[in-house]
Each structure stands twice: as structure tokens, then as C-alpha cells.
């Protein structure tokens, strides 16, 4: 059956302006870093894409080598523009990344000019677009000339394969110079992204300051940190969970001074009426230098629940020094 989107999605979810332009982005993104792969269920996938964009969802993330195996998220996407989508495609927010490993040899990682360049014309073809909204460098790489970096980000705009620009885990000051470099090119850098959960702090140190001094829009990734800010984790180590794979998450990070920190977070949320994500998600959110966060989805299930934390309360400063209280001798920074 043809989707049709809901004639409702966008009475629930709330958007923010990014940076210095005339573009807004939904509180809550979607991303397809993991379970859009080849390797996933694909009606899953197409489902929580769907659910996502009738909910409001206006903002999907990517990058090239997402997946696994890499690209095949980007594909995934394409493919559900295509068959689903498509009609709705001036709707949506595509973006994608470049600048960590996809390919073999010495072309197919990092920031030069060779790389970003194929990376995206790769990425195209995959999501099947003509141009995506907003093309990321993935990373500074401490290798490749800044100049060579950003001029490839000028030059993708000017070619008419990316509205906008972005970057992705810049230290302040490199972003510093960026923001620079691309504002007097004419090609303003229109966000900064980056880890940023209320276990893992470090753009407090620069990078949210930084962007919102240069009228930068700023997007959180691993709000969730792991999937650790979820009830995953209260009770230990699932045997199906991405710590139990070592994927990424590692069990020797569950320490015991973590899980009781985990645990006393979510009884505050549990007082607040709302579920440790929901939580996690709208304490990112409560601080008005992000524009945006990025969720990851397994189930639109999942998903549902992660758009809740939209409804959630306010927080009061006492509540903020009690969370701050219980993750900062052991977590803070992490």
C-alpha cells in the first residue's frame, strides 16, 4: 500500500531555528547510524522512517559509512525516498557526513579534497538524490589543511550538491577558524555536531560556546550515551546488548559506581512521570544553544518513546544540581 503521510505530523513536534539562517530543525532528529544497514530488518527500518517523518520528524542524519556494512544505511534511506517518500521530499532534512574510514587505500579516509569529494558523489547515488540539505566534514583530522577541508565545503555548495554546510566534532578552536573561513567564502557554516549527553560534557568546554558566538546551530549525537540512559543497563548487562558485543560500549565501562548513578537518575525521572530516555533527551534540550537532538531507533516503539521526552516537564534548578550531583564525582566528562 502507497504511504500517505499523516495530515497531522506536525502538531506535535516543535522546531528551533539553526544558527543564523532561515532554516528550523525538529527538536528531535532521526539517525540511521545503527539499524538501517543491510544487516537489519528492512520493513523495521521503513517503518521507523515513516513513523519518524508522520511524527514530525523532518531531519534525518547520516553519514557514508553508515550502516553496517557501510553505505548501505545511506541506501536504505534511498530506497524509502524512493518508494515512500519522494513526494514529500522538500519536507525532509537529508543529511550526510564524510571524512572516516569507507574504502580501502589512501583516498578513502580523512578530510582532503579527493575524499570528501567522491564520498559525497558516492552518497548521492546510494540515497539517490540530486543534492543533500546538508553535507558535514566528519572530522578534523590533524592531517589535512584546514583550508583544503573547507574550500571542498564552499565548492560541494557552489556545485549544487549541498544547500549547506556543517561540521562534526571540531575542537573549538578549529571550529573557530571554520566558522571564519566559510562565513567570508559566502558559505556560512550552518551547525556544529557533536557528542553531548548528561554523561559526556565536553562541549560545555568550548564547542557549544563557540558555535552559538558565531550564530552556529548546534546537534547533540549519543544524547542517550550508548543506549547507558535507558533502563537497558539498571539491571546489568543484557546479553543481546551492544555492551555484551563490545560494541562500542564496553562492559568494563559498567562500573558499579555507574549503575548506582544510573539507577538514581532514573529514580528521578520515574518522579518527574517519564522514563530515564525521555529524561536524558530533554535535559540536552533544555539548554537553548541546541538546536537539536539526534536519536537512534530500533523499534518504533522505541522511537514513540524517545518523541515523548517532547512532553516533558520543565526542569527546576534544584533538579538540575541533583543530576549534576549524582554524575559528577564518577561520570561527568565521561
Known amino acids: 500500500m502507497a504511504f500517505q503521510a499523516d495530515p497531522n505530523r506536525y502538531a506535535t513536534m516543535s522546531y528551533s531555528p539553526c544558527g543564523q539562517s532561515g532554516i528550523t530543525l525538529p527538536r528531535i532528529s532521526l539517525g540511521l547510524w545503527h539499524n538501517f544497514g543491510t544487516e537489519d530488518n528492512p520493513a523495521t527500518a521503513e517503518a521507523i522512517l515513516l513513523k519518524a517523518f508522520d511524527k514530525g520528524v523532518t531531519c534525518f542524519d547520516l553519514a557514508n559509512n553508515y550502516g553496517p556494512p557501510p553505505g548501505s544505511a545511506e541506501s536504505t534511506l534511498g530506497r524509502v525516498l524512493h518508494d515512500q517518500l519522494g513526494a514529500w521530499r522538500d519536507e525532509l532534512i537529508i543529511t550526510t557526513k564524510a571524512g572516516h574510514r569507507m574504502w580501502e587505500g589512501p583516498y578513502g579516509d580523512g578530510?582532503?579534497?579527493?575524499?570528501?569529494?567522491?564520498?559525497?558523489?558516492?552518497?548521492?547515488?546510494?540515497?539517490?538524490?540530486?543534492?543533500v540539505d546538508i553535507f558535514y566534514s566528519h572530522r578534523y583530522d590533524g592531517v589535512t589543511p584546514l583550508e583544503e577541508t573547507l574550500q571542498t565545503l564552499v565548492d560541494v555548495v557552489k556545485a549544487g550538491k549541498a544547500l549547506y554546510v556543517g561540521l562534526s566534532k571540531y575542537p573549538p578552536e578549529m571550529a573557530e577558524k571554520a566558522y571564519a573561513y566559510l562565513a567570508e567564502r559566502d558559505t556560512p557554516c550552518l551547525i556544529q555536531q557533536d557528542r553531548y549527553s548528561l554523561l559526556s560534557r565536553g562541549v560545555e568546554k568550548g564547542v557549544l560556546e563557540t558555535a552559538h558566538r558565531n550564530g552556529v546551530g548546534f546537534t547533540a549525537f549519543s544524547p542517550l550515551a550508548q543506549g547507558l540512559l535507558t533502563n537497558r543497563y539498571l539491571e546489568g548487562v543484557p546479553a543481546?546488548?551492544?555492551?555484551?558485543?563490545?560494541?562500542f560500549l564496553k562492559v568494563e565501562q559498567l562500573t558499579p559506581a555507574l549503575l548506582s548513578a544510573l539507577r538514581q537518575l532514573n529514580d528521578i525521572a520515574r518522579q518527574r512521570g517519564e522514563s530515564l530516555a525521555q529524561m536524558a533527551l530533554s535535559w540536552v534540550l533544555h539548554d537553548k544553544r541546541v538546536t537539536s537532538v539526534i536519536i537512534g531507533a530500533s523499534s518504533v516503539n522505541q522511537l514513540l518513546d524517545n518523541l515523548g521526552a517532547l512532553n516533558a516537564?520543565?526542569?527546576?534548578?534544584?533538579?538540575?544540581?541533583?543530576?549534576?550531583?549524582i554524575v559528577d564525582t564518577t561520570t561527568k566528562n565521561a
Open 111 to 131: 578530510s582532503s579534497r579527493k575524499n570528501l569529494t567522491a564520498s559525497l558523489d558516492q552518497s548521492l547515488k546510494r540515497l539517490r538524490l540530486e543534492y
Open 240 to 247: 543481546d546488548s551492544r555492551a555484551a558485543r563490545n560494541q
Open 313 to 325: 516537564a520543565p526542569f527546576d534548578q534544584s533538579t538540575l544540581e541533583q543530576l549534576d550531583a
